[in-house]
């Protein structure tokens, strides 16, 4: 896993809030939510890479930037080397063929006016993936690869139950043969039972077709099941990044270790310590300097709000992002 497709660096995206009259007459500063706060990663060919944080904290928009439906403020995002902002013409197009992103809510993302196979006739049409004599067995076996009936080709998307849209929305993503899919939020609409269906047919698909896969999600469980790495966002900003298992078994940052004592389905024996974040998580409009936990951390120290970590190594492929590198019970502050 040295093949690196997509490698991110230093990602900044604001969204500016709209001012009203007092303010502007006031000449009061615009304000805006700081959606990615210096943001790195790379990612590797072949690899699920998890993304997991607390609703708010930009996984979403990260994701939206990898297909290039945001633009950056600040920072590069390179796809094999090229940086993606730079693309145009017939590179754009063919970057946006080969990195897909399957959208959060299926009941949206379908023209409810077209059927399974218009839908997928258009996707298929509009990158020229297959000749027009070839569209109705291309799509036949689209649907075998997302576990559909052959008869779902003729129905419209009001006629299919949660689960079964968002594998249309997989297999349109699919129709363009692309090396990357973005999966922001894929089943979090979904009933548990269902969810599990759709995640272990991305499993499947992803070893079938050599997929490369950034899964967003605030589920833990589902993130540990289906990712080969996962990157742990607060805030806008990474905090802790590494291997899935030894992340979840050995996790690094606080706040991870937050996130797995708030989650009561994970094995208690495998938690190392009972640590909660306590208090709300801070305004992305005025984040905190420093670290960007120190308002919840209860290990929180001096130098935590003066200077912001960075990431580093703590074992193979594992980095956090935290001026502390050992966590003892007796010294967080409650
Ligand atoms: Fe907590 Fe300080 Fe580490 Fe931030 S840097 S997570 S505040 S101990």
Redesign the pocket.
């Known amino acids: 896993m040295n093949d690196i497709v997509i490698s991110a660096s230093g990602l900044r995206k604001s969204f500016p809030l709209s001012r009203g009259l007092i303010e502007r007459i006031s000449r009061q500063p615009a304000l805006a939510v700081h959606a990615l706060n210096d943001v790195s990663f790379a990612l590797y060919r072949g690899e699920t890479l998890g993304i997991v944080g607390e609703s708010g904290c930009g996984k979403s928009t990260l994701a939206r930037c990898l297909v290039r439906l945001h633009e950056l403020d600040h920072g590069e995002i390179h796809f094999e080397g090229r940086d993606i902002a730079a693309l145009a013409g017939s590179a754009r197009r063919a970057f946006n063929r080969r990195v897909q992103m399957i959208f959060q809510d299926p009941y949206s993302s379908l023209n409810p006016r077209m059927t399974v196979r218009a839908i997928l006739t258009e996707a298929l049409s509009v990158h020229a993936m297959r000749a027009a004599a070839e569209i109705p067995a291309r799509i036949a076996e689209l649907l075998d690869l997302v576990r559909l009936p052959q008869d779902a080709a003729d129905r419209y998307p009001h006629a299919f139950s949660g689960g079964q849209r968002q594998r249309i929305g997989i297999a349109r993503a699919l129709a363009v043969e692309p090396e990357v899919l973005v999966a922001d939020e894929l089943v979090s609409a979904l009933d548990l039972s269902v969810q599990a269906q759709v995640v272990n047919l991305l499993l499947d698909l992803q070893q079938r077709l050599d997929l490369t896969v950034v899964f967003v999600a605030h589920d833990l469980r589902l993130v540990r099941h289906i990712s080969h790495r996962v990157a742990v966002m607060y805030l806008g900003k990474i905090?802790e990044i590494g291997p899935s298992e030894s992340l979840f078994t050995a996790s690094q940052?606080?706040?991870t270790r937050a996130l797995l004592a708030a989650a009561p389905e994970l094995d208690p024996s495998k938690r190392s310590r009972k640590i909660a974040a306590k208090g709300e998580l801070p305004s992305p409009i005025h984040p905190p300097t420093?670290?960007?936990?120190?308002t919840?951390?209860?290990?929180?120290?001096e130098?935590?709000?003066t200077?912001r970590?960075q990431l580093s190594d703590r074992s193979a492929n594992h980095q956090a992002?935290?001026?502390?590198t050992h966590?003892d019970e007796k010294d967080s502050v409650k």
């Open positions: 905090v940052h606080p706040y420093g670290c960007l936990f120190n919840r951390c209860p290990y929180a120290f130098r935590c709000f200077e970590p992002a935290c001026h502390l966590f």
